[in-house]
T-cell receptor
């Protein structure tokens, strides 16, 4: 069976510090991978998605970047965090079956920027 | 482009009562529709999805949803609420770029 891991689970960082969040998927190959942010009281905002190694699409301009160095690894980064980067970050994966495919979510990382 | 509107950011029901969570969508292509549930500080779990075929979709935990094209709706229902159903529920529509567009969520409270 497939599993998706995210770490760390929680993170408190000062403004201006760097960020690296990691997501890994087990039990499948060549997944589509996604990063979402969920701000308090709001829905999910798609930040990045990837259909393969080194292939990253950004949905909104922001202070964040993503990389996919390996098939089942997806990393969310920032060089300098802003207060507005606080939120709950969710990684998800799907099989390459087109638009009807289900996205499976990881447990999330709670980021607080102070 | 796709969009999802969830009517009611907070819904309260008594234990044993009917649960009805509303979702309306817009889509430029035939939609694929999803309902997810999120418990506090956890990721999202798929409840059910509609792709094609039967418009009444049954999911986990006794939930079901009906796709109504004429009303552009995909409301989620459960005949009898249980305390364990208290969570946040998200409706989502899938677009041609393999992305999901989520609604803003409905927080369900179940009263004893």
């Amino acid at each position: 069976s497939q599993t998706i891991h995210q770490w760390p689970a929680t993170l408190v960082q000062p403004v201006g510090s760097p960020l690296s969040l990691e997501c890994t998927v087990e039990g499948t190959s060549n997944p589509n991978l996604y990063w979402y942010r969920q701000a308090a009281g709001r829905g999910l905002q798609l930040l990045f998605y990837s259909v393969g190694i080194g292939q990253i699409s950004s949905e909104v301009p922001q202070n964040l970047s993503a990389s996919r160095p390996q098939d089942r690894q997806f990393i969310l980064s920032s060089k300098k965090l802003l207060l507005s980067d606080s939120g709950f970050y969710l990684c998800a994966w799907s099989r390459d079956r087109g638009t009807a495919d289900t996205q499976y979510f990881g447990p999330g990382t709670r980021l607080t920027v102070l | 482009a796709q969009s999802v509107t969830q009517l009611g950011s907070h819904v309260s029901v008594s234990e044993g009562a009917l649960v009805l969570l509303r979702c309306n969508y817009s889509s430029s292509v035939p939609p694929y529709l999803f309902w997810y549930v999120q418990y506090p500080n956890q990721g999202l779990q798929l409840l059910l999805k509609y792709t094609t075929g039967a418009t009444l979709v049954k999911g986990i935990n006794g939930f079901e949803a009906e796709f109504k094209k004429s009303e552009t709706s995909f409301h989620l229902t459960k005949p009898s609420a249980h305390m364990s159903d208290a969570a946040e529920y998200f409706c989502a529509v899938s677009g041609p770029a393999r992305q999901l567009t989520f609604g803003s969520g409905t927080q369900l409270t179940v009263l004893p």
